[in-house]
Each structure stands twice: as C-alpha cells, then as structure tokens.
C-alpha cells in the first residue's frame, strides 16, 4: 500500500523530447507537491497544489507544467527536455499546507 | 530570505558512538521545524518534528531533536547509532509567511562498524 507512488522509476531520453511523470497518493491529503534534487542532493520546490488549486510556482521554466485532475494526482510534463533536467524528482503530498510531508520514491530523469 | 544551514556535509562516526547533527535557521516568524531521511534510492521520510510545544521533540528510530529559539537551531541527536542509520539527513523549515518547505543541504552520516 504505497501512500504516494510515483512512475516512472526511471526515465532516461533524449533532448528535446516531451515527457510525462505521474504522481498518486492514497492518503486523502489535499496539498501535492513537486520537487526538484539535483546531483548534489540539494532538494527546491518547484510546484505546489491545494485543492487542485496552484499555490506555488517557483521559479521553473515554463517548459515545465503540471497538472492535477484531481485531489489525489499531480502531474508533471515537461517539454523540449534539456540536459540540465537531468535529476531525480519527487512527488509529495500533506494533509493541508505546513504539515508533515510524505515523499514518493523519486523519478530518475537523464537526458542523454 | 528564509533559509537552513547543515553544519556539516559528512558525518562519519563509529557504531554504537552518540551522534550530533547540527543545523540552523534564518527567519524572523514562527516556523515549522522538520528532519527527514533519505536512504539511498528513495524518498524522503520525516524523522521528527517541530510544530509547537516542548522543545525537545522525539521522532522514530530513536532519534531526538531540541528547537533551541535564542540560538535558532533545531540539532538532530541519537545516543547510540547503528550501520543501518547511515543514510542522508535533510533539515527542513516551514515559514507560514512564503508558504514553501526550505531544505538544508543534507548531511551524510556513515556508521563504521
């Protein structure tokens, strides 16, 4: 019973392809999250989601877009893949905003 | 600007010795206080945490973390480590004010037996 699933593990393309990352959690929170570790493990957020709503954007390029059809999912597409989007990215979610948050394993994203 | 600083990037220590993992923090409002952990190849997950209350605040796997407001600090200790704790630890602080989950930049901690 994983609490927040994310697919895929791995995710290994080429420049300039469109891909998806998708993110589910079973554990009725209302406040989703997307985050970005780099190669020295230092983790930013990128997005946050209340209630399907967006409630924080940072500064992300716009090639990156995510989608929440739904209280329990959030998306991630990222377009026109550059080199440095090679990192691993995780999906989280809370019970509201502030709360303890509960990670997914990660996506593993190289560019090649 | 909110932000957390983690002492030390590597910890090394032998098993069964105490552990000290330091951090502190930038803000002039009330904050959420957090440690997490990360083993390798996956994700984060929440050690302990400081919402309110006692300072001194007891998480899973026997570790223990005191907020300390003069200092702005919130030190992450376990008195006897195992090979198994050696992982990744990342302190955490939520500003009601930004909205946003800041990370330190983690602290490797290797148990040698």
């Known amino acids: 019973d994983t609490a927040v699933s994310q697919t895929p593990k791995y995710l290994v393309t080429q420049m300039g392809n469109d891909k998806s990352i998708k993110c589910e959690q079973n554990l009725g929170h209302d406040t989703m999250y997307w985050y970005k570790q780099d190669s020295k493990k230092f983790l930013k957020i990128m997005f946050s989601?209340?209630?399907?709503?967006?409630?924080i954007n940072e500064t992300v390029p716009n090639r990156f877009s995510p989608k929440s059809p739904d209280k329990a999912h959030l998306n991630l597409h990222i377009n026109s893949l550059e080199l440095g989007d090679s990192a691993v990215y995780f999906c989280a979610s809370s019970q509201d905003i502030g709360q303890p948050q509960h990670f997914g394993d990660g996506t593993r994203l190289s560019i090649l | 600007a909110q932000s957390v600083t983690q002492l030390d990037s590597q910890v090394p220590v032998f098993e069964e010795a105490p552990v000290e993992l330091r951090c502190n923090y930038s803000?002039?409002?009330?904050?959420?206080l957090f440690w997490y952990v990360q083993y390798p190849n996956q994700g984060l997950q929440l050690l302990l945490k400081y919402l309110s209350g006692s300072t001194l605040v007891k998480g899973i796997n026997g570790f223990e973390a005191e907020f300390n407001k003069s200092q702005t600090s919130f030190h992450l200790r376990k008195p006897s480590v195992h090979i198994s704790d050696t992982a990744e630890y990342f302190c955490a602080v939520f500003s009601g004010n930004t909205g946003k989950l800041i990370f330190g930049q983690g602290t490797t901690l290797q148990v040698k037996p």
């Open positions: 989601y209340n209630n399907k709503e967006l409630i």
């Open positions: 803000s002039s409002v009330s904050v959420y």
